[in-house]
Antibody
Framework: EVQLLESGGGLVQPGGSLRLSCAAS????????MTWVRQAPGRGLEWVSA????????FYADSVKGRFTISRDNSQNTLFLHLTSLRAEDTAIYYC??????????????????WGQGTLVTVSS | QSVLTQPPSASGTPGQRVTISCSGS????????VYWYQQLPGMAPKLLIY???QRPSGVPDRFSGSKSGTSASLAISGLRSEDEADYYC???????????FGTGTKVTVL
């Protein structure tokens, strides 16, 4: 059974940093593109960042470019999102999501067959 | 700010057909596949339609998707109370070099 379990969320002050993790199981993690999607309280979904299966290629939304870094450790079946220079508008539930097709390149990372339950990041003083 | 525009709400009585539109541009819907997600209250989103009009196993055939030019639509026929949820379209944007979601539509079963 495919499982994605996010962790690392919490309360952080503006300008602070946080590292989110997504522990994957039930599939060959290292052969799938992975993506982070967030949802501010009471708001819609926002695509954040994607990383290719091997970790060589990354993509970011303009709203987080230069502040967030996506990475993965395929030996540990874990996806990461390092958040820095955090702002109030980064407050959201952060979901990790899996691409359904095994491949080495990122192809239109908006097709997700599995999602985690999300981890809440709150940026406030 | 979302680049895919959806109506904020849609509603119908049980058994009716409801259609949700998703308006984009040539750099996203016009040149890439469209995906639809259903989000029940307090839950993670769930894939409903992929590659414009394909249903994952387990999704009832009451749900269907279509695309014309730079717009896409999701239709729910035979509306049921369990269809009350938020619905989002999504597509890759070649100009942004990233994914984009629609603004979301809340479906209410009257």
């Amino acid at each position: 059974e495919v499982q994605l379990l996010e962790s690392g969320g919490g309360l952080v002050q503006p300008g602070g940093s946080l590292r989110l993790s997504c522990a994957a199981s039930g599939f060959t993690f290292g052969t799938y593109t992975m993506t982070w999607v967030r949802q501010a309280p009471g708001r819609g979904l926002e695509w954040v960042s994607a990383i290719s299966a091997g970790g060589w290629t990354t993509f970011y939304a303009d709203s987080v470019k230069g502040r967030f870094t996506i990475s993965r450790d395929n030996s540990q079946n874990t996806l990461f999102l390092h958040l820095t220079s955090l702002r109030a508008e980064d407050t959201a539930i952060y979901y990790c999501a899996k691409d359904p097709d095994p491949r080495n390149v990122v192809v239109a990372a908006t097709h997700f067959d599995y999602w985690g339950q999300g981890t809440l990041v709150t940026v406030s003083s | 700010q979302s680049v895919l525009t959806q109506p904020p709400s849609a509603s119908g009585t049980p058994g009716q057909r409801v259609t949700i539109s998703c308006s984009g541009s040539s750099s996203n819907i016009g040149s890439n596949f469209v995906y639809w997600y259903q989000q029940l209250p307090g839950m993670a989103p769930k894939l409903l339609i992929y590659r414009i009009n394909q249903r994952p196993s387990g999704v009832p055939d009451r749900f269907s998707g279509s695309k014309s030019g730079t717009s896409a639509s999701l239709a729910i026929s035979g509306l049921r109370s369990e269809d009350e949820a938020d619905y989002y379209c999504a597509a890759w944007d070649d100009n942004l070099n990233g994914g984009v979601f629609g603004t979301g539509t809340k479906v209410t079963v009257l």
